[in-house]
DNA sequence: CAGTATCCTACCAGATACTG
DNA sequence: CAGTATCTGGTAGGATACTG
C-alpha cells in the first residue's frame, strides 16, 4: 500500500524546495518546443534550416529565440564558422544528458497515459 | 561513454512515438499551475479557497479552470457534499500515483539545475 | 464558501517581408 | 544560409465585482 505519490515527509520548507525545483524544471524545458528542439539537436541536426524543416510548425522567429533560451541555460553551444557564405552550427552540450532521467519519465508516462485515453475511448 | 541521451536507436516512426509521448505529458501536466495543484491536493488541501490559499499567485478564474482539466485527465474527483452551505472537495484520485517517477525525475534535475546556476553565480 | 462574469491588457506567435 | 523586423490577431490570465 503506497501513499499517492509516495514521497517521505517533509517539512514546509523541504516540500517547497521540491516544490520550487519542479516549477524551475519546467520552466526551463517546458513550452511547446524546448524538448523537441534538444531531442532535434541530439539526433545531430545542427544548422538553423536543418531544425526548422526538422521540427514541424516552428516559426524562424519562435525558433531563433528558443535556441537562445537554451544556449543560455547551458543546453548548446552556437558555434559559428566565419566563411562566406557564414555556418552556423547547434551543438548539444554534454549538459543534455542530465536530462535522461527526466525524458525516459515522462516518455513512458506519455505512452502510459495515452494507452490509458485510448481505452477510454473504446468504452 | 554515454551518449548523450542515452535512447536506444529507433526507427522514425519508434522515434516519433516517444516525441509524441513526451509532447502529450507535457500537455497534460505542463503549464505553470498543474503539478503544483496536484500536489497541493495530494498534500492534502480539498477545497477550492484553501487550494488558492496554499498556491501562491492563483487566481480563481485560474484554478477553477485548471481543476477542470484536471479532472477531465482523471487526476482528481471532483466531490459535492449537498448541505448548506455547500461543500465541494477535490480529492486525488489513485491515477496520481502514476506520475511519482515523473515528479521525482524533475525534482531532482530541478535541484541540480539550480545547484549549478547558483554555482555560476559565483564565478 | 465556491465559484462566474466582465473587462482589460500584455504577451505569444503566425505571416510576411527583408538583410548581410 | 541564418536570421531580424514589423504587423497583427488571438488568447492567457490578472483585477475586480458579483451570485447562489
Redesign the interface.
Known amino acids: 500500500m503506497?501513499t499517492?505519490?509516495?514521497?517521505e515527509p517533509l517539512t514546509t520548507s523541504q516540500?517547497n524546495?521540491?516544490?520550487?525545483?519542479?516549477?524551475?524544471?519546467?520552466y526551463?524545458i517546458?513550452?511547446k518546443w524546448k524538448?523537441?528542439i534538444i531531442?532535434a539537436l541530439?539526433?545531430g541536426h545542427s544548422r538553423f534550416n536543418e531544425l526548422q524543416r526538422t521540427i514541424p510548425g516552428i516559426s524562424a522567429k519562435v525558433l531563433s529565440q528558443e535556441l537562445k533560451d537554451l544556449e543560455l541555460?547551458?543546453f548548446l553551444e552556437r558555434r559559428v564558422h566565419a566563411d562566406t557564405p557564414v555556418v552556423v552550427e547547434y551543438l548539444?552540450t554534454?549538459y543534455?544528458?542530465?536530462?535522461?532521467?527526466?525524458?525516459?519519465?515522462?516518455?513512458?508516462?506519455?505512452?502510459?497515459?495515452?494507452q490509458?485515453l485510448r481505452e477510454e475511448g473504446n468504452k
Chains 1, 2 share one sequence.
Open positions: 503506497e499517492y505519490l509516495e514521497l516540500c524546495n521540491k516544490l520550487n525545483a519542479v516549477g524551475d524544471a519546467l526551463v517546458g513550452g524538448l523537441r531531442i541530439k539526433e541555460n547551458g548539444p554534454a543534455t544528458a542530465t536530462l535522461k532521467n527526466v525524458l525516459e519519465a515522462l516518455s513512458e508516462w506519455g505512452e502510459m497515459h495515452r490509458k
